[in-house]
């Protein structure tokens, strides 16, 4: 039996969503050889789809590189989903508060199947580098956000990730130093990274808890490394932290908890 326009309509639809997954996947821009590729299709086939998702802005093309990446309504549709969350509800309501004490650029990030996924940020009114925006994918080994995940999800899954996607790559140090951060986070209840991802930023994190004791979000700032040293212990510290755990009592987090290795 032919195929009905209704059937050929939704094929193509789950053509282009199978397509976005696959940038999605990726956590990166990429070239049309590296998606089709992770697709699993003809780079011409991907192509003529991009055509369309580029109109619709649910991919962007950068018109120097001609890279591909997840587009403005992507991003959009995603967070719309991710209001109903009261993680993110809550913790966005915190970043003005977060970023005044700190005079830092706050974040909060979420776990998703492509590891942490930045879902909002408030920019500070100091100049600071970084290529780090809403939807942006934070490499695990080398963000404080990833390693404050990492510390306190189920380290299949972990592992999992950083098997699946490239921008995950270990540190120099390896398998060895990668788990000593881990449990320095578990012990301290903070991550802090100094010019691991971007040369002279630096970044501190904290886990936010929900009533099952599951982490549920990562709040933190990102700053220059001069910035951030300067008032490291004195401010930046003890404001994340404050405002994670202010969170996880809100969310019902057991604030009591002992450290949650896994």
Do not use: C
């Not at 008032?231 to 003890?238: A, G, K, Q």
């Amino acid at each position: 039996m032919a195929d009905t326009p209704e059937k050929l309509g939704i094929q193509s639809a789950e053509v282009a969503a199978e397509i976005l997954e696959a940038l999605t996947r990726i956590g990166r821009s990429a070239q049309l050889k590296d998606l089709a590729a992770e697709a699993g299709m003809p780079p011409a086939k991907v192509h003529r789809y991009l055509v369309s998702l580029v109109r619709t802005n649910l991919v962007a093309q950068d018109p120097e590189s001609g890279f591909y990446s997840i587009g403005s309504q992507s991003i959009m549709m995603g967070l719309v989903g991710l209001r109903g969350l009261d993680v993110v509800r809550l913790a966005g309501a915190a970043l003005p508060t977060l970023r005044q004490r700190t005079e830092e650029t706050a974040i909060l990030a979420i776990w998703t199947d492509n590891g942490p996924v930045v879902v909002q940020f408030d920019e500070s009114a100091r100049p600071v580098y970084m290529n780090v925006r809403v939807g942006s994918v934070l490499p695990i080994p080398s963000t404080a956000v990833g390693l404050a995940f990492a510390a306190h999800i189920d380290r299949r899954i972990v592992d999992a990730v950083l098997r699946s996607h490239g921008v995950h790559r270990m540190p120099t140090g390896g398998e060895g130093a990668f788990e000593a951060q881990l449990e320095r986070v578990r012990r301290d209840g903070i991550a802090f990274v100094h010019g691991s991802l971007v040369s002279g930023v630096s970044a501190v994190a904290a886990p936010i808890f929900d009533h099952k004791d599951m982490i549920t979000g990562v709040i933190g700032v990102i700053g220059r490394q001069e910035d951030v040293t300067r008032t490291f212990d004195t401010v930046i510290v003890p404001s994340v932290r404050d405002v994670a755990t202010d969170l996880t009592r809100r969310l019902g987090g057991d604030l009591n908890a002992p450290q949650r290795a896994r």
